[in-house]
């Protein structure tokens, strides 16, 4: 497994999701090769953060598969059905990808450095100095070297994100997902997170999905944009040809509402 | 009135009263938790069974509770001491009002905590005991304190079946010296003193528990 250069890092087959009455996702097919940086556009209930959810294992699909490098991620076979995966098994695979989510969701009785040792350490079974080595560095990186000992609650929201991303990127995921991670911020902090996840994408080739409002920044990050409607995904392409030349009548309205404030 | 009689001998029942008190509290405090976390499992046979517990130890009455552990056991073969029978049935009985406390708070804390660790890969037990409980704790501290001067309060119960607490040597005192306004008059001072400081040791442990007085943030 993972082996094979041209199997997509991340494939989904057929996945739906609804909450009640109301269908969010309606048979997502979906392969994500290693080292793309998808942005996931669209007006909101398209479906973008609950791709994301089911991805992360936030949610469960009441049709379809997902695969992670070739195997099923939360369900496993068993002869010829398929059940929902639990144990050691689920977690190998979900280890694989990491999250960031839009209200940070730092542990509030932790410290910045606590927040990122203590995946480490608890999951991952590294040795405290390691972490803490590993984790001051990540902190150097996202530039709160000096914060490592504050709580969440001292933090700016652009800081708390800042270590959120340090803290997700501590368990070494092969998939990062970004779920709207600037939404929740005052508008003179976004540019700080942005610059983190920029010089990310630049730096490590990590696979990400993104789900953004920051058009500006999908286009310059994200090597592949996807713009979801009604639970489809509408169109699917390079951001020049998606921002630039739009196939879809829809997303040329979407872009149009969104672009021309 | 004598007060040089009458000091010693309700210091002395106030001893047993906190010897009691903390005996009961240390139960129930372990009850709570087991009971509280049972209470949110996954297997339903057991979510059920802890559910019966509760009903049945909040839905009677104390005083009935500890009659049945130091009267009735003894007739199916345990024999248990006067103060062991009294710190169990207080400990159940407190336990059962604990593991609602328990529960609720850790119900209270943000679905984002959860998500945060299903996002970092905790496998569940892992989560609940770094992540979901000491966020809980916060909110478990202040009805845990008023639980527990309750349970000061509580303990006078353990007077009817032949312990020595505060309320037992008044009531003594009272019957070979009189002075009853005086006597009662002092036991509830001794009890409002007591219920002072438990008071005083909760805040104090409200102050050591992050989160516990600063809302701790989503």
Do not use: C
Not at chain 2, 58 to 66: E, H, I, K, N, Y
Not at chain 2, 107 to 135: C, S, T
């Amino acid at each position: 497994m993972g082996a094979d250069p041209r199997q997509p890092i991340l494939r989904m087959q057929g996945v739906s999701k609804s909450y009640g009455a109301v269908q969010i996702l309606r048979g997502i097919d979906l392969d994500v090769e290693a080292g793309q940086r998808i942005a996931l556009i669209g007006p909101s209930g398209s479906g973008k953060t609950t791709l994301l959810r089911l991805v992360m294992t936030l949610e469960t699909p009441e049709d379809g598969t997902i695969e992670v490098e070739g195997e099923l991620l939360g369900l496993r076979r068993v002869g010829d059905r398929l059940v929902k995966d639990s144990g050691a098994h689920l977690r190998s695979v979900r280890g694989k990808i990491g999250m960031v989510f839009q209200h940070f969701n730092l542990f509030p009785h932790m410290s910045a450095l606590q927040n990122i040792m203590d995946g480490p350490v608890h999951v991952r079974g590294l040795s405290k100095d390691q972490a803490r080595e590993r984790a001051l560095d990540l902190l150097a990186k996202v530039g709160l070297r000096n914060k490592a000992d504050s709580l969440p609650r001292q933090l700016s929201g652009g800081q708390q994100q800042r270590v959120a991303i340090a803290r997700a990127l501590a368990m070494e995921p092969k998939i990062m997902l970004f779920d709207e991670i600037t939404s929740a911020l005052d508008p003179e902090l976004v540019g700080e997170v942005l610059a983190i996840v920029r010089e990310l994408a630049h730096e490590t080739g990590m696979t990400m999905l993104i789900v953004t409002h920051e058009m500006g920044f999908a286009r310059e990050v994200a090597n592949r944009v996807l713009f979801m409607e009604g639970g489809h995904i509408v169109e699917d392409g390079e951001p020049e040809q998606v921002f630039g030349n739009p196939r879809s009548d829809r997303t040329k309205a979407f872009l149009g509402a969104v672009l021309h404030r | 009135m004598n007060l040089t009689v009458f000091l010693p001998a309700l210091l002395k029942g106030a001893l047993v009263t906190l010897e009691a008190t903390l005996l009961s509290a240390a139960v129930a405090l372990v009850v709570s938790v087991v009971v509280g976390l049972v209470r949110l499992s996954r297997f339903r046979l057991l979510r059920g069974a802890a559910l019966v517990y509760v009903e049945i130890f909040r839905g009677t009455s104390a005083l009935v509770q500890l009659f049945y552990f130091f009267f009735v056991l003894p007739i199916f073969g345990i024999d248990l001491s006067p103060m062991a029978a009294g710190v169990i049935a207080l400990g159940l009985n407190f336990g059962s009002y604990g593991s609602e406390v328990v529960r609720a708070a850790v119900l209270n804390v943000p679905r984002g905590q959860h998500e945060a660790a299903v996002a970092l890969n905790y496998p569940p037990g892992l989560a609940m005991r770094r992540i979901i409980f000491p966020q809980a704790l916060a909110a478990m501290l202040p009805p845990f304190g008023n639980l527990l001067i309750d349970l000061l309060k509580a303990t006078s119960l353990l007077s009817l079946i032949t312990i020595g607490d505060l309320t037992f040597a008044g009531k003594s005192l009272v019957q070979s010296q009189g002075h009853v306004t005086a006597i009662y008059t002092l036991v509830l001072v001794f009890y409002f003193v007591m219920a002072l400081m438990l008071g005083r040791l909760m805040q104090a442990a409200e102050r050591r528990v992050p989160g516990a007085t600063a809302g701790g943030g989503r």
